[in-house]
C-alpha cells in the first residue's frame, strides 16, 4: 500500500473531493445494511405467521428508500473520486513533459523515445487508476467488509461470527503473497512494452530506410519477438492475477459451509431464528464483494507503485542546465567571444574542444570548417547552452552566456540543425513554427528568402499541404529551405546555419547566402559547413582539426596561408569542375 503514501501529497491537495466522497462511500456501504436485515425481519414474520400488509408495505419502503439512497450517493462519490484521479493523471503528464522539456541532450542520449512514451501514457494510467479505482477498492471492501462483520456478530451471533472468519487469515497470507509477486512481474511487463513502444515508434519513424533496404521482413520479425516478449510478460503477470479470485472463492466457499453448518445446528437448537440465519448468510454473501475488491486492490496497487516509481525515477533526474538567480531575462546582443580552453562531452574521455578562441562583431558572419567530428556542432551546442562544463569562457556583448536566462539566450538564436526536424503539419504551420500569428506574405517572405516559395507553390495544397512526420514526404533540400525559413521568420540577433545547405545545388545555395547577406544587415550569423562555398564570403573563416582551431581569417588571408582550407577549396574547386564536364561556366 506504499503507493498510497507516494500520493499523499495529491491527496491533501484534493481532501475536499475525497474526504466528501469517502464519506459517501461509507454511507453507502452502512445502507447496505439494511436490506439483509429487512429480508430477515419479513422472513420471520411470515414464518410467525404475522406479517400484515401495512407492515410489509412498510419493510418494502425502506428497502426502495435504501435502494435509492445507495443509487444516487454512488453517482456523487464517483464524480469526487474518479474526477480528483482524472486531475491527478493530467497533473503528473503536464509534470513530466515539462521536466521533459527542460532535459539536456545528454537525458535523451541515454533513453528512448519509446520508453518516454511509455512512461507519459501506460504508467500515468495505472498511477491515475490507483488514485480512483484503488482508492475506491479500498476504502468500498473495508468499510463494507467491517460493517458487515460488525451487522453479523452485534444483530445475530458473535460465536458464528467468528467461526465465518475462521479462513480469512489464510486469504490475508495469500494474497499479500500474490501481491509481491505481481508487483515484480507487473515491472517486467511495463518494461517489455516500453521496448515495443519504441521499437514501433523507431519502425515508423524509419520506415523509408527499412524499404529502401529491403528489410521489411525482418523488421517484421523483429516487432513480432518483441510482441511475443510484451505478451508472455504480462501472461506471467495473469497467472498470478488470476490465482486472486479462485483463492477469494475457496475461503468464500469454507465460510458459507462454516456459516451454514454451525447455523443450521443453532437454529435447531433455538439459538437462531431462520430468519437470522437467512440475514446471516446475506451479510456473508456482502463479504464476497470486499474480498474480492481486497485481491483487485492487490493488482491495482502493485501496477500503480511500479508505475509511479518508474516516473518519480524520471522526475528526480536532475535539470543538468539551470538559469541562475536573477538570471537577465533582457536576449543578448553585440559581439560574441568564444574562448574554449577544453571541454569534453559528459561520458567521454576525449576532448571535443581545445584550445578554440576566437571573436566575431556584432553583424558579422563566421564560417566553421574543418573534418567530419572536428567540432563544428560542439561549438553551436555550447553557444546554445545545450552543453555546460567546459574550461573557459562564451560571452556576448561581453557578459558571460550562463549569466542570461536560457530562454533570453535562445529566443536570440534561429537554430538550423543538420537533422532538419519538421512537424507532422502544413507547410505553413511549420515555418510559423515560432509565432503561428504571423500573416500568409510574412510567411511568403521568409520562405522566399529561403528560395523555397516556388516549390511550395508547385504541392497540390501549397502552404497548407501537409509535410507527414518529420517531413517525410519531402526532399532533403526542401526540407532544409523549410527549416531556413522558419529561422529566418523569427528575425533573430544570432541565425546558426548547421551544415544546412548540404543538400541544395550550388546555384540553390549561392542564391540563399546573397538573400541572408541582403536582409540580416547588422545581425550575426555563424555557418558550419563542409563546402567551403558556403563559408568563402564570412567575414570570419576558422577551421578545426580534431577540436582544435588550427587556421582563421578571411578567404583570401586563409588562401594565402595555403593550409587545409587552401587545399580542400582546391580540391572543391576541382570536383565542380569535373561535375561541369571539365568546362568552368
Do not use: C
Not at 51 to 72: E, N, P, Q, R
Not at 146 to 152: E, G, R, S
Not at 523 to 549: F, N, P, W, Y
Request: aromatic residues 8%; charged residues 20%.
Amino acid at each position: 500500500m506504499r503507493v498510497f503514501l507516494y500520493l499523499m501529497w495529491f491527496f491533501k491537495q484534493e481532501k475536499k473531493a475525497y474526504v466528501t466522497g469517502i464519506l459517501l462511500l461509507l454511507l453507502v456501504a452502512f445502507l447496505q445494511l439494511v436490506p439483509p436485515r429487512l429480508i430477515g425481519v419479513v422472513v420471520d414474520a411470515i414464518n410467525n405467521e404475522t406479517l400484515t400488509s401495512a407492515d410489509l408495505i412498510k419493510w418494502m419502503t425502506l428497502l426502495l428508500s435504501s435502494a435509492v439512497g445507495m443509487y444516487v450517493l454512488r453517482y456523487i462519490w464517483r464524480v469526487m473520486i474518479f474526477g480528483s484521479a482524472v486531475k491527478l493523471g493530467r497533473q503528473l503528464r503536464e509534470r513530466l513533459y515539462k521536466h521533459f522539456t527542460q532535459m539536456a541532450p545528454q537525458f535523451y542520449q541515454n533513453r528512448r523515445v519509446g520508453d518516454l512514451m511509455a512512461h507519459a501514457t501506460n504508467d500515468l494510467s495505472a498511477v491515475q487508476q490507483t488514485a480512483g479505482a484503488g482508492v475506491l477498492t479500498l476504502v468500498d471492501s473495508l468499510a463494507t467488509g467491517l460493517f458487515v462483520i460488525a451487522a453479523m456478530a452485534i444483530t445475530i451471533d458473535v460465536k458464528l461470527t467468528l467461526i465465518a472468519l475462521i479462513p480469512m487469515p489464510f486469504m490475508a497470507i495469500l494474497t499479500n503473497y500474490y501481491g509481491t509477486l505481481l508487483h515484480k512481474r507487473f515491472g517486467v511487463a511495463q518494461e517489455a512494452f516500453s521496448d515495443l513502444n519504441d521499437k514501433t515508434q523507431e519502425s515508423i519513424s524509419g520506415v523509408k530506410v527499412l524499404k529502401t533496404f529491403g528489410q521489411e521482413k525482418e523488421d517484421i520479425e523483429s516487432f513480432s519477438s518483441l510482441s511475443k516478449e510484451v505478451v508472455d510478460k504480462n501472461i506471467a503477470v495473469a497467472r498470478v492475477d488470476s490465482l486472486f479470485d479462485p483463492t477469494i472463492a475457496l475461503v468464500v466457499g469454507a465460510s458459507f459451509f462454516l456459516s451454514i453448518f454451525y447455523g443450521g445446528q443453532m437454529v435447531v437448537a433455538d439459538e437462531l431464528t431462520i430468519g437470522q440465519l437467512i440475514s446471516f448468510t446475506t451479510y456473508l454473501g456482502l463479504l464476497i464483494w470486499p474480498m474480492l475488491a481486497f485481491g483487485w486492490l492487490f493488482n491495482i496497487v502493485e501496477r500503480g507503485r511500479a508505475s509511479y516509481e518508474r516516473v518519480e525515477a524520471l522526475l528526480n533526474q536532475d535539470i543538468d542546465i539551470k538559469d541562475k538567480p536573477n538570471a537577465i531575462a533582457a536576449p543578448p546582443k553585440g559581439e560574441i567571444l568564444v574562448e574554449i580552453d577544453d571541454f569534453t562531452f559528459p561520458g567521454s574521455s576525449t576532448p571535443s574542444l581545445k584550445e578554440v578562441h576566437f571573436t566575431l562583431n556584432r553583424g558579422e558572419t563566421l564560417g566553421i570548417v574543418g573534418r567530419t567530428g572536428a567540432g563544428k556542432t560542439t561549438i553551436l551546442k555550447l553557444l546554445m547552452r545545450e552543453f555546460e562544463g567546459y574550461e573557459g569562457k562564451i560571452m556576448i556583448d561581453s557578459i558571460s552566456i550562463d549569466e542570461y536566462s536560457k530562454s533570453a539566450l535562445r529566443s536570440s538564436i534561429g537554430y538550423v540543425p543538420q537533422d532538419h526536424f519538421l512537424f507532422s503539419a502544413s507547410i505553413k504551420e511549420n515555418i510559423a513554427f515560432t509565432n503561428p500569428a504571423l500573416s500568409q506574405s510574412e510567411i511568403n517572405r521568409a520562405a522566399s528568402l529561403a528560395h523555397v516559395h516556388e516549390d511550395i507553390l508547385g504541392f497540390s495544397s501549397g502552404y497548407d499541404t501537409v509535410v507527414g512526420e518529420r517531413g517525410v514526404s519531402l526532399s532533403g533540400g526542401q526540407k532544409q529551405r523549410i527549416s531556413i525559413a522558419r529561422a529566418l521568420i523569427m528575425n533573430p540577433e544570432i541565425l546558426l546555419l548547421d551544415d544546412s545547405l548540404s543538400a541544395v545545388d550550388a546555384k540553390t545555395e549561392e542564391a540563399i547566402l546573397s538573400s541572408l547577406k541582403e536582409t540580416r544587415n547588422g545581425k550575426t550569423t555563424i555557418i558550419t559547413s563542409h563546402r567551403l562555398s558556403a563559408v568563402q564570403h564570412a567575414d570570419l573563416i576558422i577551421v578545426l582539426d580534431e577540436g582544435m582551431l588550427v587556421e582563421s581569417g578571411s578567404h583570401e588571408v586563409l588562401m594565402k596561408q595555403k593550409g587545409w582550407y587552401y587545399a580542400m577549396y582546391m580540391r572543391q574547386q576541382l570536383e565542380d569542375l569535373v561535375e561541369q564536364g571539365g568546362h568552368a561556366e
